[in-house]
Each structure stands twice: as C-alpha cells, then as structure tokens.
Nanobody
Framework: QLQASGGGLVQAGDSLKLSCQAS????????VGWFRRAPGKEREFVAA????????SYADSVKGRFTISRDNAKTTVYLQMNSLSPEDTAVYFC???????????????????WGQGTLVTVSS
C-alpha cells in the first residue's frame, strides 16, 4: 500500500516536499515513481527511484528543479520540488513496481501499486 502526502497550495517560486509512504510489504526491491495529472491532461511521468541502488530518472520538465530520494529504511520516498510554477499544478501520485530497468521507469503501465494522489496547486 502506498500513501502520498505533502500536497498543498503554494506560490510560484516556492518549494514543496511530497512523501510516499509504503506499508504492508517490503518495497526494498521496488522502484517508486511519481506521476502527475494536471487539469484536463493525461497523467505523466515526473520522477522515479529504484530503492535498491538509488538509480533515478526524471522528466525533462522537472530536471534541475525536482529531486527524488528515499529514507534509509526504504519505506518512504520523497519528491522535493523547488522553483514551482503554475504548470506544476496537478494531482501527484506515487506508484511502485518491482524489478524495473531504468529505461522503463517512465512507463506508468508497468507500475502495479498506486497511491491515492495528493493535490499540488501553484498560484502565479
């Protein structure tokens, strides 16, 4: 089970940190990804991290602004979002999948565990 939290209303240029808490099983062999769905748009990939070796992947739109990380217990994955803009407004979801290769991190179809989403609203 995955629980996403940390969303809220911020102003352009602000920062926000999302958390994805895993429970019910060991996710140490999993990759956890963050995806988002903006109003009127399809869900898109944001970032992913393989918990075992900390391999990461980022969407071009967030590179240099967002950082994905995990805690040492491998039960929580964070998404630090800096320099937020109104274009980042979306519902953010975390998802998990096992035994992914880096090239498949951005493919939402391979993720079989999904959290409920947390809303991030960035005002201009």
């Amino acid at each position: 089970q995955l629980q996403a939290s940390g969303g809220g209303l911020v102003q352009a240029g602000d920062s926000l940190k999302l958390s994805c808490q895993a429970s019910g099983r060991s996710f140490s062999s999993y990759t956890v990804g963050w995806f988002r769905r903006a109003p009127g748009k399809e869900r898109e990939f944001v970032a992913a991290l393989r918990l075992r070796d900390r391999s990461t992947s980022y969407a071009d739109s967030v590179k240099g602004r967002f950082t994905i990380s995990r805690d040492n217990a491998k039960t929580t994955v964070y998404l630090q979002m800096n320099s937020l803009s109104p274009e980042d407004t979306a519902v953010y979801f975390c998802a998990a999948a096992e035994r992914l290769i880096v090239s498949s991190f951005s493919n939402q179809n391979v993720y079989n565990y999904w959290g409920q989403g947390t809303l991030v609203t960035v005002s201009s």
